[in-house]
């Protein structure tokens, strides 16, 4: 699937605005196979590798190695997570979440004037672009929860981080607490 | 009469099948249903979208049971992405994934529901044999505080309510020989919970009831007429695609597949009149965090148990329950992780101290103002808005969390809204005045919808009769939460489970 970059509409904004609707909280994460430090965008079944590269970038953003402890963005494929997430969706919601890749792409030009698109950003730019809508106008926030929410779900379910959080994981496996 | 569960996602399927009765939903409603139609000795049929998961299969990972155990894998929202509802999606249904909290409807509720909504046959007598099977088939006990799975984040609440001089009660459950592992919410693989899965659904395969997995009803045709169709989607073995169809020939129809799904398909089928999807209740809930110097490790032991109930009220003259409650909860790591504030560096300080987390989630009784509206593609809509009157009572029930947090001894309340609310003494609760809960500003959820095929004596005030019949139909019934008027409860499955049992009775008391 091919993303169109051409300029964002006015009727194409509000049919974003009733995308992410069906991807909040995405619980969706579900069966991916995490693909480890070296991203694959050539397996991609969803996206394609500019929208890959706008998700692993945001994934950076929001989860950068090191800080309160090691693990980041760079240990799990979010991006590849999402795509095959997303190849599992209803058409609807492929198209509508991959118009909001562009839109979150092509963000910085569209809302704040910028030359540079959000990729193009440095990871604090691309950080503070991204928390600035969290608090922008309905569909900037409906974007930006349903991306975050996503992420969180995906990168905190991976196992290399639970030590880190002091979570000590499943407690049954093979019936037995 | 041969009772069983076919997965069609696994088997030969036929192209048709006939029944005397089709049940759409293999919930608390449905499998309920089921059972007690087929003890009656009728051929009963149950459909279910989604597949069967018991002991290990349930892995405890946020991922993969999201994906498997919710509709829309885990994703369901209101069209403005105000709050997430959270519907479960499995052989057995939500009771798999609640927090087994069990709470009768109130006789205060159902008083008004007579007064106010003309369900005479609704009373507190006449419910309460119902009631109390209800209980029965859930085994429902109440722990106490000598129970080691009372865990710390239920403590610290107590400690909190106690401090201010609030009323709070340790809700009743339906564990058995529960090992307090903490995963109720993405289902438990002791198999603990005495849910519809473990007593309706076996007490239904035995009285000859046939269960068919990965089988989404989309459709039923010839409504007004003795013999209907539903027509089915086979679905794959994960349940994200549709790979084929069947048609199931009934005479009856039951729909019991949660709020939302029985006005869904009424509304896709063209079935029913003007308040079909109409009425929609979430009782919204909005989570408060608190992050204390001990260990909490909230994610162990019951994640709901004790709750606040100083706030509610179960008599209010204009609503009926109202006011607020405030109630302990936990959650795997993803989950806590999307709804908590905090990008970047924050964001991961903030998970850093996931075992010391606290939190709760306030949940309001709502005015059933909501709507489920079907696009011609299929795509639901589930329409829904706070107004002024639920913020406020929301930011003052977040007040009173921050109070108790704080009372308990709490270094800091957060409230994860957008911006996020940060509460180290009650000198700082003013900031919550700022709250304005907009939409997809707040991780609101839904777990407890009701409403969309509202139960009422005359078609000009609902879309069902008392008995469940659905308005403009023939033999369409609605037997579960869709039909409640209003909230029935601070948690729906011991009132569904009632419901479908005296709904069930009436149809048995009605039919050949």
Redesign the interface.
């Given at each position: 699937m091919r993303a169109d970059f051409s300029i964002v509409s006015r009727r194409r904004f509000l049919r974003l605005a009733?995308a992410?609707?069906?991807?909040?909280?995405?619980?969706?994460?579900?069966?991916?196979a995490l693909r480890g430090r070296e991203a694959r965008p050539g397996g991609l079944r969803a996206i394609g590798e500019r929208e890959y590269r706008t998700l692993a970038q945001l994934a950076r953003?929001?989860?950068?190695d090191g800080?309160?402890?090691p693990p980041?963005a760079s240990d799990v494929d979010l991006a590849g997570a999402f795509d095959a997430?997303l190849a599992?969706e209803?058409e609807?919601n492929r198209k509508d979440l991959t118009r909001a890749l562009v839109l979150l792409e092509l963000g910085p030009i569209l809302f704040e004037g910028r030359l540079r698109t959000f990729s193009r950003l440095s990871p604090e730019e691309r950080?503070a672009h991204?928390?600035r809508w969290?608090?922008a106008g309905?569909l900037r926030?409906?974007v930006?929860?349903?991306f975050?929410?996503?992420f969180?779900?995906?990168?905190?379910?991976t196992p290399a981080?639970?030590p880190?959080?002091?979570?000590d994981?499943?407690?049954?496996?093979?019936?037995t607490? | 009469m041969s009772g069983g569960v076919v997965d069609l996602s696994r088997s030969a399927a036929p192209e048709e099948l006939s029944a005397e009765i089709c049940v759409v939903g293999s919930g608390p409603a449905g499998a309920t249903a089921a059972w007690d139609l087929a003890r009656a000795g009728r051929d009963v049929v149950v459909l279910e979208e989604a597949g069967d998961y018991t002991g290990t299969a349930l892995t405890q990972r946020d991922g993969r049971m999201y994906d498997q155990l919710y509709m829309d894998r885990g994703g369901r929202t209101t069209a403005d992405l105000s709050v997430s509802v959270l519907q479960g999606r499995a052989l057995g249904g939500g009771g798999v994934v609640n927090a087994c909290d069990v709470v009768p409807i109130p006789d205060a509720v159902l008083r008004r529901w007579q007064r106010r909504f003309g369900l005479s046959g609704w009373s507190p007598e006449a419910l309460a044999p119902f009631q109390a099977r209800a209980l029965a088939d859930l085994s429902a006990t109440r722990p106490g505080w000598d129970d080691p799975h009372v865990n710390a984040n239920n403590r610290l609440l107590r400690r909190g309510a106690d401090a201010l001089g609030w009323r709070g009660e340790l809700v009743m459950h339906n564990r058995a020989g529960c090992g307090g592992i903490g995963s109720c919410l993405v289902g438990c693989p002791l198999d603990a919970k005495r849910n519809a899965r473990f007593v309706a659904v076996p007490g239904a395969v035995a009285a000859g009831a046939r269960f068919l997995l990965r089988a989404r009803a989309v459709r039923v045709e010839a409504a007004d007429r003795e013999l209907k169709t539903v027509r089915v989607r086979r679905l794959d073995p994960d349940g994200h695609h549709e790979v084929g169809e069947l048609a199931v020939r009934a005479r009856v129809v039951i729909l019991a597949a949660n709020a939302v799904g029985s006005a869904q398909l009424l509304v896709r089928s063209g079935i029913g009149n003007e308040h079909v999807g109409e009425h929609l209740s979430l009782q919204p809930q909005l989570p408060v965090t608190a992050v204390f110097d001990e260990e909490v490790r909230f994610f162990r032991g019951y994640p709901q148990t004790f709750g606040i109930t100083e706030f509610e009220r179960l008599d209010d003259e204009e609503h009926g329950w109202w006011g607020y409650r405030i109630e302990a909860i936990s959650g795997t790591p993803g989950i806590v992780a999307s709804i908590l504030p905090g990008l970047g560096p924050a964001g991961k300080a903030w998970m850093s101290r996931y075992a010391h987390l606290a939190a709760v989630l306030c949940l309001l009784p709502d005015e059933p103002r909501g709507r489920i509206e079907v696009e011609r593609s299929g795509r639901l809509r589930i329409r829904y808005a706070l107004d002024e009157e639920q913020r406020r009572r929301f930011r003052e029930a977040a007040r009173s969390a921050a109070r108790a947090f704080l009372a308990a001894g709490a270094r800091e309340v957060l409230v994860p809204v957008v911006p996020p609310v940060s509460i180290r003494s009650e000198a700082d609760l003013a900031r919550l005045d700022a709250v304005t809960l907009r939409p997809a500003s707040a991780p609101l959820l839904s777990a407890h919808q009701q409403g969309g095929v509202r139960l009422a004596p005359s078609p000009r005030d609902g879309a069902a009769d008392p008995d469940g019949r659905v308005y403009g139909a023939r033999d369409v019934y609605v037997f579960d939460s869709a039909g409640f008027p209003s909230s029935a409860s601070s948690h729906t499955m011991a009132p569904i489970v009632a419901a479908a049992h005296h709904l069930a009775a009436r149809l048995g008391a009605r039919s050949p």
């Open positions: 009733l992410a609707g069906g991807f909040l909280l995405a619980g969706g994460a579900a069966s991916f953003a929001l989860f950068p800080g309160a402890f980041g997430f599992d209803p609807w950080l991204f928390e969290g608090e309905l926030r409906q930006a929860t349903a975050r929410r996503f969180a779900l995906v990168f905190y379910d981080v639970w880190h959080i002091g979570y994981g499943p407690l049954v496996r093979g019936g607490p | -």
